[in-house]
């Protein structure tokens, strides 16, 4: 049985052409980015290759990337990095309520050793404010991290007013892009963004590589003690096949990114109009407008989201109930119960995320299955008389 695989803010499909960029490099091409010889001039070459082709995909210069092994590592970096710089004299972070454990079990881990933490609100919609952000600064505040946008729900944030007001303060600020990198344009010179991180494997590359944009300037503490890899910001020898990956499938991104999310646009609302008009009692989790083209998050209101997941998944269609790094949790998303929702809603809640290769097929063999699914969770969900 073929499968329909509607879970792309969980992870990507690898793209043929990143694949054969990448695949010499795990094959032939084996050398150490640090080592003098042939070999390791080889792979430092397709390292700062790909590191050029990032950043341009970014709008940043090529020495203000630092490679990692993904976008929690990224997170990570970010917040520790700035805390535990020596020019950084706060320790008050500033983070919002939705953002992804990456940030929010950092953010607790940091606030654990003296550092004080705020975390900020957000509406009915997933949505926060910047004045509810500028109202959480303080003298004491080193950073402020907000998400570009929300992994489960698709909630794009205005980055820019709230990095403009971060600015004003004197306050550093670091979004966590993983889940928007390829799906809205991003220019790094244009925000007022201090440290941004990116993933491989969300944008179509390889699983074990992602970035974080650091601006020209900006104290960053390294994670690790070891070699001078990355300007001495990251230890560790590079993966250069994923790295390499992650140029390559950035630069793709960049080529046809407004097109094809005009088109995921087309299959969601399709994807959502079918929704509605056979299956009652459901309701969108999210900003109506400023949100992701690729993402449509849904609670089936008296019915079980992890059954619907499951009869979905015998069906051959992937779907998530909530955020991939948080699967085995009993817990509802706190993403939903942060927006207003009991855990009713919350534990109802499917999130659909297309993406490259999806079609109107896709779409149309979901909504074949689906109302049946949904049916049976409620009478399953229902008490005995």
Avoid at 221 to 228: Q, T
Avoid at 261 to 270: D, F, I, S
Wanted: net charge negative; proline share 5%; hydrophobic share 45%.
């Amino acid at each position: 049985m073929k499968r329909t695989y509607l879970d792309h803010n969980a992870s990507t499909p690898v793209r043929p052409e990143v694949l054969n960029t990448a695949l010499p490099y795990l094959v032939d091409r084996f050398g150490n980015a640090s080592s003098a010889h042939a070999e390791g001039s080889e792979a430092r070459d397709a390292v700062e290759g790909a590191r050029e082709r990032l950043a341009q995909f970014l709008g940043a210069h090529p020495e203000e990337i630092v490679f990692t092994s993904g976008g929690s590592e990224s997170d990570n970096l970010a917040l520790k990095g700035v805390l535990e710089a020596e020019a950084v004299g706060g320790r008050h972070l500033v983070i919002t309520a939705v953002e992804h454990p990456a940030v929010i079990e950092t953010a607790r881990s940091l606030s654990r050793r003296a550092t004080g933490l705020t975390v900020v609100p957000v509406d009915a919609e997933g949505m926060v404010d910047p004045e509810a952000v500028a109202g959480a600064i303080t003298p004491d505040t080193a950073l402020v991290s907000v998400m570009m946008a929300n992994n489960e729900t698709g909630a794009i944030f205005p980055v820019a007013r709230i990095g403009a007001i971060c600015r004003a303060r004197g306050v550093l600020f670091h979004t966590d892009a993983v889940q928007a990198a390829g799906k809205i344009p991003i220019d790094v010179g244009a925000l007022p963004v201090d440290l941004l991180s990116v993933s491989g494997h969300k944008l179509n590359g390889l699983k074990g590589a992602g970035a974080l944009y650091v601006r020209r300037g900006t104290p960053l503490a390294p994670l690790m003690d070891g070699g001078p890899h990355e300007r001495r910001r990251r230890a560790g020898t590079e993966n250069v096949a994923g790295i390499v990956a992650l140029g390559a499938a950035a630069a793709l991104a960049a080529q046809d990114l407004l097109p094809r999310m005009e088109a995921l646009h087309r299959l969601r609302e399709l994807l959502w109009e079918g929704i509605i008009k056979e299956i009652p009692e459901v309701r969108l989790n999210g900003h109506r407008e400023h949100r992701l083209a690729n993402t449509l998050n849904v609670s089936f209101l008296g019915a079980d989201g992890e059954s619907i997941l499951m009869g979905l998944d015998l069906e051959g269609i992937a779907v998530s109930s909530g955020s991939a790094c948080a699967t085995g949790s009993l817990e509802p998303s706190h993403v939903l119960l942060a927006m207003g929702l009991d855990k009713s809603a919350a534990r109802a809640s499917i999130r659909f995320s297309l993406g490259w290769g999806n079609t109107r097929e896709d779409v149309a063999r979901v909504l074949s299955v689906l109302p049946g699914i949904v049916y049976r969770s409620r009478e399953n969900a229902r008490p005995a008389r």
